[in-house]
């Protein structure tokens, strides 16, 4: 894509990436949504710990594409998933940056979820 206007404008904010070298499972309402290997963690300032996923290791199968988008200046552009789980869904509960920044390219194609907002996501590392 391009330089981050966020990290120009903002050289002290920090947004740092850590590939996990465990496996983590995303459930919820006791519907394992997630089960991977292949984790980034996002530790951003004044930010919620995020924990983004390739879609491969996702059940892409229950999410829907909403027309929801947001920018975030040091990431890029986000799109937004809903949730179905049966008859109820969860609306916005995922993103994905599918052409992020140079700076966070780690994260193109990766689903990320609102933990802190949606009670019934658990994040939890495995093994």
């Known amino acids: 894509m391009s330089k981050s206007p966020g ?3 903002w050289p002290d904010h920090q947004v740092r990436e850590e590939q996990l070298q465990q ?3 995303v459930e919820v309402e006791g519907v394992v949504v997630v089960n991977s290997g292949d984790v980034i ?4 300032d004044k930010s919620p710990v995020r924990y ?3 879609r491969t290791d996702v059940r892409m199968d229950m999410l829907k594409r909403s027309e929801t988008t947001s920018e975030c200046p040091f ?3 986000a799109n937004y998933y809903s949730l179905r789980l049966g008859e109820r869904q969860l609306d916005d509960v995922v993103w994905t940056y599918e052409d992020p920044y140079d700076e966070h390219k780690a994260l193109k194609d990766r689903i990320a979820f609102y933990d802190d907002r949606f009670p019934e ?3 939890r590392p495995k093994g």
Not at 41 to 44: A, F, G, S, Y
């Open 7 to 9: 990290h120009r404008k």
């Open 23 to 25: 496996p983590v499972e």
């Open 41 to 44: 963690k996002v530790v951003e």
């Open 52 to 54: 983004y996923f390739p």
């Open 75 to 77: 990431k890029g552009h």
């Open 121 to 123: 996501i658990h994040i």
